[in-house]
Nanobody, 123 residues
Framework: QEKLVESGGGPVQAGGSLILSCTDS????????MGWFRHAPGKEREFVSSISWNGETLYDVSVKVRFTIARDNAKSTMFLQMNSLKPEDTGIYYCAGRSAPWAASGAGDYTRWGQGTQVTVSS
């Protein structure tokens, strides 16, 4: 069964950086759009960023200047470089995969989800 596995989360101080990774065990990673979502306590899951099969990107306005999404199709891996982290970036970050090639911001556009990785930003 194809799986998405996130890594790279952890505690960090405000202003710091983290790099999240998502590795896809399937054989068709390069064909599909991928995305990152996050879920903070007391909040609904929210869109963070997405990348199409060929590298076109979408960002939520709250992270657009600070975060960078990328993918390495040869390694079936997606990345999220997070800089200038803020306490409000705290949450569980989920990797998600589409069944279509384009980037998308709606959770309903994704068919596969990872287990999540915790990011905790302290002030």
């Amino acid at each position: 069964q194809e799986k998405l596995v996130e890594s790279g989360g952890g505690p960090v101080q405000a202003g710091g950086s983290l790099i999240l990774s998502c590795t896809d065990s399937g054989l068709t990673f390069s064909n599909y759009g991928m995305g990152w979502f996050r879920h903070a306590p007391g909040k609904e899951r929210e869109f963070v960023s997405s990348i199409s099969w060929n590298g076109e990107t979408l960002y939520d306005v709250s992270v657009k200047v600070r975060f960078t999404i990328a993918r390495d199709n040869a390694k079936s891996t997606m990345f999220l470089q997070m800089n200038s982290l803020k306490p409000e970036d705290t949450g569980i970050y989920y990797c998600a995969g589409r069944s279509a090639p384009w980037a998308a911001s709606g959770a309903g556009d994704y068919t596969r989800w990872g287990q999540g990785t915790q990011v905790t930003v302290s002030s």
